[in-house]
């Protein structure tokens, strides 16, 4: 016997244990309500940018069966469809099955991902417009994190409009961070051209906390004081195109304002538009 660990037993310590295991890579918490964090990608794993895809943790031992089932839900990918990891935002819900303990996720943890992508907020579900509105509520950030990191989105499109709104400044944080990293993302330099993040408008705004701009999106656009401060044409079917992200009855509200300004909702099989994402629970 002697203090070296045989070769063989080094490989089996880092083999992973779950079904499916992605190992954790970075964490960053933004509020008591909000995190991210990256993971590696699974090799197989091949996505466009604005889909999701399963992931979670082992759950708790079923007292019944003393079997353990995975916890799973579905998560907007943050990261664009051409990155080494994966990103994802989340939202901590104390008493939530996973995200109460998703959230103590630290670097070399693993989670589980089901490598199969699917979504409604793709740009093949869109046919060619002049101007693209990315509009998130919350966490409804993560599919346009990818989307904005995208290079198809700025040679699709001559202008592109993301709204974010949230209830409190911090929560605005981890887009913020990502609009600002836009400016030096080296592959969207490259490819598009210095300059290209000009391209961009960027609309957050608070509902109950003051703010430089202070509102719901759907009021703002109502009123026609978001037009007025973007210094944009109102909405129409001709040359807008938009991805809605958000909770449920903002999904449902800004739906029924794009039909009502004459936009049709597309789908993968059927593109038109705007779409809405599906699968978003906040
Ligand atoms: P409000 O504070 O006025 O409810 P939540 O954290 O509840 O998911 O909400 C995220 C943000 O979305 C909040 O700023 C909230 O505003 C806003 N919001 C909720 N419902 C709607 C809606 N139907 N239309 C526009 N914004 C909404």
Not at 146 to 169: A, F, G, K, N
Not at 185 to 199: C, P, S, T, Y
Request: with cysteine; hydrophobic share 35%.
């Amino acid at each position: 016997m002697n203090e070296q660990t045989p070769v063989t037993n080094v490989d089996a310590a880092k083999a992973p244990k779950l079904p499916n295991a992605e190992t954790v890579t970075e964490v960053q918490h933004y509020t008591d309500r909000l995190f991210s964090f990256k993971c590696t990608r699974p090799a197989s794993l091949r996505f466009r940018s604005g889909e999701f895809v399963m992931i979670g943790l082992m759950g708790d031992v079923n007292p019944k069966t003393g079997k353990q089932m995975p916890l799973l839900r579905a998560y907007s990918i943050a990261s664009p469809s051409w990155d080494e990891e994966m990103e994802f935002y989340s939202i901590k819900v104390q008493d939530g099955p996973l995200t109460s303990k998703l959230q103590h996720i630290k670097p070399g943890d693993e989670i589980i991902m089901k490598p199969k992508p699917v979504g409604t907020l793709v740009h093949d579900a869109l046919i060619p417009g002049k101007r693209i509105w990315f509009f998130a509520t919350g966490t409804g950030f993560a599919p346009f994190a990818s989307l904005l990191r995208e290079p198809q989105t700025y040679q699709d499109y001559d202008e592109v409009i993301i709204t974010h709104t949230c209830r409190e400044e911090d929560e605005l944080i981890y887009g913020r961070n990502i609009i600002e990293s836009l400016k030096d993302d080296e592959l969207l330099n490259e490819v598009i051209g210095e300059g290209f993040w000009e391209k961009i408008k960027y609309y957050p705004t608070t509902t109950r906390e003051e703010s430089a701009k202070m509102g719901r999106i759907t009021d703002l656009i109502n009123s026609g004081e978001a037009y007025k401060d973007l210094d944009v044409a109102p909405l129409s079917p001709e040359h807008d195109r938009a991805m809605i992200c958000g909770n449920l009855a903002f999904n449902l509200e800004l739906k029924d304002m794009l039909e009502a300004a004459g936009l049709e909702e597309g789908a993968n099989s059927k593109p038109a538009q705007y779409v809405v994402e599906k699968a978003f629970l906040d």
